[in-house]
C-alpha cells in the first residue's frame, strides 16, 4: 500500500530533493514536446490532411516603407485567407514623401525566384504589379504564358506620389507583351493613358478606356475611376458584360498602396475560387475599408490598413 503523506511540516530527506531554486529538477528538466492543436490531432488521427490555404503570387517590387508593393500584396493576401508568395523584381527606397531611388534586379534572379516557387508549391493566381524594364516585362510575360493560373496585372507605371517607375521603353512592352496574358488588367486613369492614350474625363470616357485596353488581349479590363469627382467607380467589363463597382468616397488622405491592395485581392479572390465579377466586387469591398481606416506614417502619405478587418 502507498504510504500517507506525513503532512506539509515534514522536512525534505535531503538537500537535492528540496525544490528550493534554479537548481531543482522541475526548474532544469528539458520542455515536453510541443502539441498539436486539438483539431489538428484529431484530423491527424482521422486520417485528414491539413488545411493548405490557396498560394498567390506576387511579382512587383518592394517598397521600404512597407505600404504599396510586395509587402501590401502579401498582406493583402493574408488577410483574405491565402498564402502569399513574392518575386521581387525592383527594389525602392521609398517612405511617406516618395519614392528616392530604385533598383532593378537582374533578369536571372526574377526567373529563378519564379521558377522556385511555381516549380514546387504551385500557385493559384499571380499578381504582377511594378516591373520597371522591358526586360523585365519580357521575361514575366514568357513566365506567366506557361503558368496554368489566372493573372491580375497591376500595370504600375507611377507611384501614388508621382514617381515615375516604369522606364519609358517598357510601355510598348506592357501593351504587346504583358496584358495579353492577363486574365484582368486594373489600370488607373494615368495608366489608361500611358497605355493607350485615352483621357477620362467622366464615366462615359472610362467605356472608351476599358474598349482601348482590352484591344490589347487581356480577358478583362477593370478601369479604376477613383481620381474622377464624385463618388468613387470602377468599370469592369470583357468587352460583352459591364460591371459598374461603386463606394463612397471616404476623406482620408492616407491611401498610399491602394491600386496594390485592389490587385493582390482580386488575385486573392481568384485564388479562392470566384469567378472574376465576383471576386472583383469583393476586392473592391475589401479596399474601401481599408482606405477608411488608412493611417498617418511619417510626414506624408500614409498607407491603408490592410488588418482592418482584424482591428
Not at 502507498?2 to 520542455?31: D, I, L, Q, T, V
Not at 505600404?67 to 502569399?84: E, N, R, S, V, Y
Not at 504564358?145 to 519609358?168: C, F, R
Amino acid at each position: 500500500m502507498r504510504p500517507e503523506p506525513s503532512g506539509p511540516s515534514e522536512a525534505p530527506s535531503s538537500p537535492s530533493a528540496s525544490p528550493s531554486g534554479p537548481s531543482s529538477a522541475a526548474s532544469s528538466a528539458s520542455p515536453g514536446p510541443i502539441s498539436a492543436p486539438p483539431q489538428q490531432a484529431a484530423d491527424d488521427r482521422a486520417g485528414i490532411p491539413p488545411y493548405v490555404p490557396p498560394r498567390v503570387l506576387t511579382v512587383a517590387g518592394s517598397d521600404s516603407g512597407g505600404g504599396a508593393g510586395i509587402q501590401a500584396d502579401l498582406k493583402t493576401m493574408l488577410a483574405l485567407g491565402t498564402h502569399g508568395m513574392s518575386v521581387i523584381a525592383a527594389v525602392t527606397a521609398q517612405n511617406s514623401r516618395g519614392v528616392q531611388g530604385y533598383w532593378e534586379l537582374p533578369v536571372e534572379a526574377v526567373r529563378a525566384q519564379y521558377r522556385s516557387v511555381v516549380d514546387d508549391i504551385g500557385v493559384q493566381a499571380v499578381k504582377t504589379g511594378m516591373l520597371a524594364s522591358a526586360e523585365l516585362v519580357t521575361t514575366v510575360a514568357g513566365l506567366l504564358g506557361a503558368t496554368p493560373a489566372p493573372v491580375v496585372v497591376d500595370p504600375v507605371g507611377v507611384s501614388k506620389h508621382g514617381d515615375s517607375l516604369l522606364a519609358p521603353d517598357a510601355v510598348d512592352s506592357v501593351r504587346t507583351e504583358l496584358l495579353p496574358v492577363a486574365t484582368v488588367v486594373t489600370p488607373n486613369l494615368d495608366e489608361v493613358a500611358q497605355l493607350t492614350g485615352v483621357h477620362v474625363e467622366d464615366e462615359t470616357g472610362m467605356r472608351q478606356a476599358a474598349e482601348a485596353v482590352l484591344g490589347h488581349g487581356p480577358k478583362w479590363a477593370l478601369i479604376k475611376g477613383g481620381h474622377l469627382p464624385g463618388e468613387p467607380v470602377d468599370l469592369l467589363t470583357d468587352g460583352d458584360e459591364e460591371h459598374w463597382l461603386r463606394s463612397p468616397r471616404h476623406d482620408n488622405r492616407h491611401t498610399h498602396g491602394t491600386g496594390c491592395t485592389l490587385a493582390s485581392a482580386l488575385a486573392a479572390h481568384l485564388a479562392l475560387g470566384l469567378e472574376v465579377p465576383a471576386a472583383a466586387k469583393a476586392a473592391k469591398e475589401f479596399t474601401t475599408g481599408a482606405i477608411a481606416a488608412g493611417f498617418p506614417l511619417g510626414d506624408g502619405l500614409g498607407p491603408v490598413d490592410h488588418g482592418w478587418r482584424l482591428r
